[in-house]
T-cell receptor, first 113, second 116 residues
Framework: NAGVTQTPKFQVLKTGQSMTLQCAQDMNHEYMSWYRQDPGMGLRLIHYSVGAGITDQGEVPNGYNVSRSTTEDFPLRLLSAAPSQTSVYFC????????????FGQGTRLTVV | AQKITQTQPGMFVQEKEAVTLDCTYDTSDPSYGLFWYKQPSSGEMIFLIYQGSYDQQNATEGRYSLNFQKARKSANLVISASQLGDSAMYFCAMRELIQGAQKLVFGQGTRLTINP
């Protein structure tokens, strides 16, 4: 079972460059989300989606865009990378009610220089 | 204000001892859920245990149990008979309804080190 597939695993960007982090799940989960993890701050919610065509902002959305054209895919776009976006990014998916675990991708370690 | 508070940045425990990782939370949602995740040095997030706010009994999963004290808004993770492989970061998280949508909020984490 693939679960949540997140790519790439590592990425180095120059300031001002754009890129898309890919996330796909094969569990037919309605709910998908993106988090960033910084030292000492746990995981913070960037954007989330409760179904295809529906997205909303989380705690730290600035500098990021998302879209949800299918149930399976939830890409995260960095429009113009900044050093402050250096972080580890996690994609997660779960049932809409979140009464069971959220499944996480392997994470993407992004460095912006 | 912090919704999830983990007051122990780091803990050191001898192998085979039991360990309790603290987690307190704050919410006005009557139907919330509490999760614990483990993050080893390899970086992946591993689900350990879940407790719903209406669950009458404390959740258990193998060596993991959740000491849920609703009145005190506390959801401590207890690991019995600790093993070297338990060394990792541990995150407490809460699911709550915010502005019409379920969201998962994480604490800052506790780094657990098991000494042989």
């Amino acid at each position: 079972n693939a679960g949540v597939t997140q790519t790439p695993k590592f990425q180095v960007l120059k300031t001002g460059q754009s890129m898309t982090l890919q996330c796909a799940q094969d569990m037919n989960h309605e709910y998908m989300s993106w988090y960033r993890q910084d030292p000492g701050m746990g995981l913070r919610l960037i954007h989330y989606s409760v179904g295809a065509g529906i997205t909303d902002q989380g705690e730290v959305p600035n500098g990021y865009n998302v879209s949800r054209s299918t149930t399976e895919d939830f890409p995260l776009r960095l429009l113009s990378a900044a050093p402050s976006q250096t972080s580890v990014y996690f994609c997660a998916s779960s049932h809409r009610t979140m009464n069971t675990e959220a499944f996480f991708g392997q994470g993407t370690r992004l460095t912006v220089v | 204000a912090q919704k999830i508070t983990q007051t122990q940045p780091g803990m050191f425990v001898q192998e085979k001892e039991a360990v309790t990782l603290d987690c307190t939370y704050d919410t006005s949602d009557p139907s919330y859920g509490l999760f614990w995740y483990k993050q080893p040095s390899s970086g992946e997030m591993i689900f350990l245990i879940y407790q719903g706010s209406y669950d009458q009994q404390n959740a258990t999963e193998g060596r993991y149990s959740l000491n849920f004290q609703k009145a005190r808004k506390s959801a401590n993770l207890v690991i019995s008979a600790s093993q070297l492989g338990d060394s990792a970061m541990y995150f407490c998280a809460m699911r709550e309804l915010i502005q019409g949508a379920q969201k998962l909020v994480f604490g800052q984490g506790t780094r657990l080190t098991i000494n042989p």
